[in-house]
């Protein structure tokens, strides 16, 4: 029988990938596609209610693939539930996808958003397991009832009210020459990637009583998250707004809890805070980089660095408490305020003319390693004119430079209450305080609480004894 060599060339390569088609990639550079890296469940439930999305697993390889697990993390403890190719569970092993072919994943999750014990993001990951490698797709859904918005630029004149919370996903811009107006008593939960970026103006509308406070915080409200430092990034003041205006915040466990950024054209401040608390954050309190700020009556506490003013800028603070101690989230290691004309931008050195004034204030950190709470620095050859009237400073060193007059140094203000290893902190003044009674007039007749200050000879700090 006459041979046909190419014949028998197509036969052992049909048979050679049919083989190949039929064995496994066992190598760790095996590939698999994932048709969405994230879910997300973004239906906002006004009762309880289930969606189900989908997710396709495909192999992308010549060769079969064996799948060793696909779990659902949360388990079966999970508000999500999953289903791979028919076959319900929070977890299988030993799942084959042949070459080229791919599997879905189906995933519900069930959310009653009137539960209060339900954090405002659901989130769990689906991990995917094969020749060594873990792999995973993230899960997020909307859990209380609130408004969520995700990466929204606000545009004209936006007012929100106290009916539900707000949730940042992803960060919230106030576009340049837009005005977000924020109701008392409204709460404004951010994701951990959630800045807030003011191009235009905000305005803050809050009330002396806790319920009519504004509170800016992370949207983790499970503990330990609760408390933790750094959960969100923070409000940042960029350079076209102005008029800005937050009366009785509260802003709490961000990284850089409020950012200033270059000074308004007028002489008008960029940015008034008063009756804020502005409490636990990671990196900072308040920055100034050639800002300008007014604070009135504003608590500034445990943050990695209270107050950092720089690169020159306008700044008044009066009747303020900047304090910080050690504790289980952040060491106080830095000095509870500095002041320079100089920043470090990238590899230059920005100077700028200084302005700040201090009326009536308290600068106290202990428990840490910090000398001197008050540190001021001059290196530019502007403008450079820093004052303190009447404060309650803790340094070893003086800072030179600077106009003083009526500082009370180095005397505990007596607060009421310490306690760092439970991290509670009540700034409030005790009888005796050495900060009672020797503030100088200010104008400012009210203290954080609302209550009323006397013209003469008020308390220093943010607290009037009653």
């Not at 990196?283 to 020159?312: H, K, P």
């Amino acid at each position: 029988m006459k041979k046909h060599p190419l014949l028998l060339l197509l036969l052992f390569a049909v048979f050679v990938f049919s083989c190949r088609k039929n064995s496994f990639i066992t190598g760790g550079n095996a590939v698999v596609q994932f048709s969405a890296d994230t879910l997300f469940f973004d239906t906002v439930f006004v009762s309880t209610g289930s969606i189900t999305e989908s997710v396709k697993i495909i192999n992308d390889n010549d060769q079969k693939l064996r799948l060793s697990a696909v779990r659902l993390m949360g388990g079966s403890q999970s508000y999500f539930h999953i289903n791979i190719d028919g076959s319900p569970g929070p977890e299988q092993d030993n799942i084959d996808i042949d070459a080229g072919d791919s599997l879905y994943i189906f995933v519900a999750v069930q959310i009653d958003p009137q539960s209060a014990d339900l954090p405002f993001v659901v989130q769990d990951s689906i991990q995917v397991a094969f020749n060594g490698n873990k792999r995973y797709i993230q899960l997020e859904a909307y859990g209380q009832d609130a408004h969520f918005l995700r990466n929204q630029v606000l545009t004209g004149n936006t007012v929100w009210d106290n009916k539900l919370p707000y949730v940042i996903l992803g960060g919230l811009q106030v576009d340049t020459n837009a005005l977000l107006t924020i109701s008392a008593g409204c709460k404004v939960y951010f994701h951990a990637d959630a800045p807030l970026l003011v191009d235009g103006t905000l305005l803050v509308n809050g009330d002396h009583y806790d319920s009519t406070r504004v509170s800016f915080l992370g949207d983790r409200l499970d503990a330990p998250y609760s408390s933790f430092p750094g959960s969100w990034p923070g409000i940042y003041v960029r350079a076209t707004s102005a008029g800005n205006d937050l009366k009785y915040a509260v802003i709490r466990n961000a990284d850089q809890s409020v950012v200033v950024l270059a000074p308004p054209a007028g002489t008008i401040p960029k940015v008034l805070l008063e009756q804020c608390i502005i409490d636990n954050g990671y990196s900072a309190g308040i920055i100034g980089v050639q800002g300008s700020l007014q604070a009135n009556n504003c608590l500034i506490s445990n943050c990695g660095q209270n107050l950092e003013l720089g690169g020159g800028g306008y700044y008044l603070f009066q009747q303020c408490t900047a304090a910080a101690y050690s504790n289980n989230y952040i060491s106080h290691t830095q000095p509870v305020l500095t002041v320079a004309d100089v920043i470090q931008q990238g590899s230059s050195l920005v100077t700028g003319n200084m302005q700040a004034v201090f009326d009536n204030c308290i600068f106290w950190g202990a428990n840490g390693d910090v000398d001197n709470e008050v540190v001021v620095s001059q290196e530019g050859t502007g403008v450079f004119n820093v004052s303190f009237s009447s404060c309650l400073w803790k340094v070893k060193t003086a800072p030179s430079g600077v106009t003083v007059a009526g500082i009370i140094a180095n005397q505990d203000p007596l607060f009421d209450s310490v306690n760092n290893s439970a991290t509670y902190y009540n700034f409030r003044l005790q009888a005796g305080s050495p900060a009672a009674g020797a503030g100088i007039p200010a104008g400012i007749g009210i203290d954080l609480d609302g209550n009323p200050r006397p013209a003469l000879n008020p308390d220093l700090g943010c607290y009037q004894r009653q």
